[in-house]
């Protein structure tokens, strides 16, 4: 079973739409969660962190956890076309801190 | 305050050769990290500095080395290159191993011929 999970799109939304990305991991002992942002050819950008269950809001991205389920997803409500990137799930490795395990990442696309 | 800075940008090196890649963070962080990312494999970390003075293996360490010189410094040297270290490679750092909020240099574009 891979660890972290992630559609890798591309997923495409016209602007102003919400565009929801999806994570699921496999290791229950992780406690931390983050989203990175990372557009074609440049270097991963942190834009969301999540360490306890439920959301957390920042301006127009809100990050979800559900511990249970293993799930963590991010929203972008009224997406831009300068949202379209790719989109990093990452989560610690449990018992390991600082050790983070990435997903493959899902390409996001915001058509005008 | 620059951040996490990596140095080249880009390199073609033919195989067997040697080189190091060097990574500097001003933002006084304790822990540093080296990544690879290619196509389909997502990041996957090689080497990690918890705190100055401490190195550790990571995830795909093999055929790496590296050095943290101080605590703004950690350097990745290929020993002996081989095509299969064609690779965009990150250097990442964060306040303490306790934080996992890591922060990204620009990366340096790898080719081995």
């Known amino acids: 079973q891979k660890e972290v999970e992630q559609n890798s799109g591309p997923l495409s939304v016209p602007e102003g739409a919400i565009a929801s990305l999806n994570c699921t991991y496999s290791d229950r002992g992780s406690q931390s969660f983050f989203w990175y942002r990372q557009y074609s050819g440049k270097s991963p950008e942190l834009i969301m962190f999540?360490?306890?269950?439920g959301d957390k809001e920042d301006g127009r991205f809100t990050a979800q956890l559900n511990k249970a389920s293993q799930y963590v997803s991010l929203l972008i409500r009224d997406s831009q076309p300068s949202d379209s990137a790719t989109y990093l799930c990452a989560v610690n490795r449990g018992g390991s801190q600082g050790n983070l395990i990435f997903g493959k990442g899902t390409k996001l696309s915001v058509k005008p | 305050n620059a951040g996490v800075t990596q140095t080249p940008k880009f390199q073609v090196l033919k195989t067997g050769q040697s080189m190091t890649l060097q990574c500097a963070q001003d933002m006084n962080h304790n822990s540093m990290y080296w990544y690879r990312q290619d196509p389909g494999m997502g990041l996957r970390l090689i080497y990690y500095s918890a705190s100055e003075g401490t190195t550790d293996k990571g995830e795909v360490p093999n055929g790496y080395n590296v050095s943290r010189l101080n605590k703004r410094e950690f350097s990745l040297r290929l020993e002996s290159a081989a095509p299969s270290q064609t690779s965009v490679y990150f250097c990442?750092?964060?306040?303490?191993?306790?934080?996992?909020?890591?922060?990204f240099g620009p990366g340096t574009r790898l080719t081995v011929t």
């Open positions: 990442a750092s964060s306040p303490n191993y306790q934080s996992y909020e890591q922060y």
């Open positions: 999540i360490y306890s269950n």
